[in-house]
DNA sequence: TGGCTG
DNA sequence: GCCAG
């Protein structure tokens, strides 16, 4: 077992419970981030050119990164342990439903991923359940990334925009991609002919963002809201996919029009229109963190047995 | 509103 | 879940 070694080769952040309450777990099983793997008791995942390998025990973090050796600020700007969680519960804590979801994955918290990453991911997300997802982007990584290894376990690094640019649609297939790859080769050129500053959207605001990122193709309202919440800080953002529908039919339906369950209760995907009363709605609900109150409900009715 | 890669 | 028709 030399990839557990002693913690002593690790950075080490405390964690005031309290204060910055973090689950390091449940922020890494609820499906936003399709990166990471756990290996023995460590988590290992990559981000920009690192690989991360970080593990929790109880109120610490210990962590190591590779080949570049980052500080604590790194590993708290990624999980977002600057936002002040305790304040966003609070914030969201509307009713029964989401107390529940929240007691139960307390901790949980939003990742602040690299936008290219995440745009590219959830383009590929479409239409896909989460272990194809993974695949899709470990298959990209493999043939279009670069190969770092530690550990004795390989890992490779997210193909740059260039990369994905220049590249044959058939090899994007062979990623299994199918009808994903067009979409992710012409977003590709457009984020290489640098059309597009994806980081500069963590600054304007959520419409504004919004729109610019509906024009990339492979990018609809679920896909651009996914991005905008999970790596440009739009935390009001409230993706709808097929679990937040469930959702609202099973404990929110009485705050819609009857006629309007109804219609959406039986057919498998949503109108633009649809989508996004149920999005507003959510957003009116829940309050500027309505993004926090979507991944703990999502997280929670996935772990719901049927 | 249906078709889509496998 | 997006896009073409």
Redesign the pocket.
């Known amino acids: 077992m030399c990839f557990v070694k002693n913690l002593d080769a690790s950075l080490k952040i405390p964690l005031n419970q309290l204060v910055t309450p973090f689950s390091l777990e449940h922020t890494l099983r609820c499906g936003q981030s399709f990166r990471w793997r756990k290996l023995g008791d460590w988590w290992c995942g990559v981000v920009d050119e690192k690989i991360v390998k970080i593990r929790q025990i109880a109120d610490k973090l210990w962590f190591q990164t590779f080949p570049e050796e980052m500080d604590a600020d790194f590993v708290k700007n990624y999980f977002r342990l600057d936002d002040n969680l305790p304040h966003i519960l609070s914030q969201i804590s509307r009713d029964e439903h989401i107390r529940r979801a929240i007691q139960r994955f307390s901790g949980l918290r939003i990742i602040r991923q690299q936008p290219w990453e995440c745009l590219i991911s959830?383009?590929c997300?479409?239409?896909?359940n989460i272990p194809?997802i993974k695949e899709m982007i470990l298959n990209l990584s493999k043939q279009f990334g670069t190969k770092i290894t530690f550990d004795d376990y390989d890992f490779y690094t997210f193909p740059k925009p260039t990369d994905l640019a220049n590249s044959d649609i058939e090899d994007l297939?062979k990623c299994?991609?199918?009808?994903?790859?067009?979409?992710v080769l012409k977003t590709s050129r457009i984020m290489h002919k640098e059309e597009l500053d994806l980081e500069a959207f963590r600054k304007t605001d959520y419409e504004h963002a919004r729109n610019e990122l509906?024009s990339?193709?492979?990018?609809?309202?679920?896909?651009?809201?996914c991005i905008l919440l999970f790596s440009l800080d739009k935390l009001k953002a409230f993706?709808?996919?097929?679990?937040?529908k469930r959702i609202i039919l099973k404990y929110y339906s009485r705050h819609f029009e009857p006629l309007f369950i109804e219609k959406i209760r039986n057919?498998?995907?949503?109108?633009?229109r649809e989508?996004r009363e149920i999005s507003l709605f959510g957003q009116r609900y829940f309050g500027p963190y309505a993004g926090y109150a979507q991944e703990y409900l999502f997280h929670y009715e996935r772990h719901q047995p049927k």
């Open positions: 959830y383009i997300a479409t239409y896909k194809a297939r299994k991609l199918g009808f994903r790859a067009k979409r509906l990339l193709p492979g990018v609809g309202p679920k896909v651009a809201d993706p709808v996919d097929v679990w937040m057919k498998r995907s949503l109108t633009p989508y």
